[in-house]
């Protein structure tokens, strides 16, 4: 059974940093991508970032470029995310996904196959 385990969400001040990370298990995910998404109260889900399991090919959203980085540990089958500049409007659970093939530049939800159950990022101002 593929899970998707993401931790370290938080509290915040703005401008300061955080790590997520996300444990995958289950299958090999080698041919995968692996996408971080966010969801504010009321809002759609939203890309944030992906990286291709394979290649470390990363790909960001307007909003989080030069202040968030994606990246994998292979050893550790576990993907990351750190963020740091937070803005209150970065506020929001943030979900990891997985999605087959490695195209990581995919932003649409609905095409990513596995999801984590969310871990909750709060910035204050």
């Known amino acids: 059974q593929v899970q998707l385990v993401e931790s370290g969400g938080g509290l915040v001040q703005a401008g300061g940093s955080l790590r997520l990370s996300c444990a995958v298990s289950g299958r090999t995910f080698s041919n995968y991508a692996m996408g971080w998404f966010r969801q504010a109260p009321g809002k759609e889900r939203e890309f944030v970032a992906a990286?291709?399991?394979?290649?470390?090919?990363?790909y960001y959203t307007d909003s989080v470029k030069g202040r968030f980085t994606v990246s994998r540990d292979n050893a550790k089958n576990t993907v990351y995310l750190q963020m740091s500049s937070l803005k209150p409007e970065d506020t929001a659970v943030y979900y990891c996904s997985a999605k087959m093939g490695g195209n990581y530049y995919a932003t649409k939800p609905g095409v990513y196959n596995y999801w984590g159950q969310g871990t909750q990022v709060t910035v204050s101002a």
């Open positions: 990286i291709s399991w394979s290649s470390g090919g990363t």
